[in-house]
Nanobody, 121 residues
Framework: QVQLVESGGGSVQAGGSLRLSCVAS?????MGWFRQAPGKVREGVAT???????NVADSVKGRFTISKDNAKPTLYLQMNSLKPEDTATYYC??????????????????RGQGTQVTVSL
């Protein structure tokens, strides 16, 4: 398993932007983000494969962008036009050669400690 450390969370007003970063200790074919709000189930947000192809949840499509820098290696989540319903703890996740879909993001082999994102009106 790789070690993952997230950063970049915080508090922002609706319509604002944040960029989350996740530094990995090694390479993983599939990396992604999922989130969990209090009292709610984990929700996959976005994934990116080793070939660079991405999947993004419908709830954030057009607002969130996942990307990675293989040289570092670091995973990013650019979040624009944030809404109060985006408030959650965001987790970075990484896995091997299994399914790499938005749905599978919460179940990947490794995950970080999470970073809080709070969006207010």
């Amino acid at each position: 398993q790789v070690q993952l450390v997230e950063s970049g969370g915080g508090s922002v007003q609706a319509g604002g932007s944040l960029r989350l970063s996740c530094v990995a200790s090694g390479y993983s074919y599939c990396m992604g983000w999922f989130r969990q709000a209090p009292g709610k189930v984990r929700e996959g947000v976005a994934t990116i494969k080793g070939d660079g192809s991405t999947n993004v949840a419908d709830s954030v499509k057009g607002r969130f962008t996942i990307s990675k820098d293989n040289a570092k290696p670091t995973l990013y989540l650019q979040m624009n036009s944030l809404k109060p319903e985006d408030t959650a703890t965001y987790y970075c996740a990484a896995g091997g050669w299994g399914p790499c879909t938005v749905t599978s993001a919460p179940f990947l082999n490794s995950r970080g400690q999470g970073t809080q994102v709070t969006v207010s009106l």
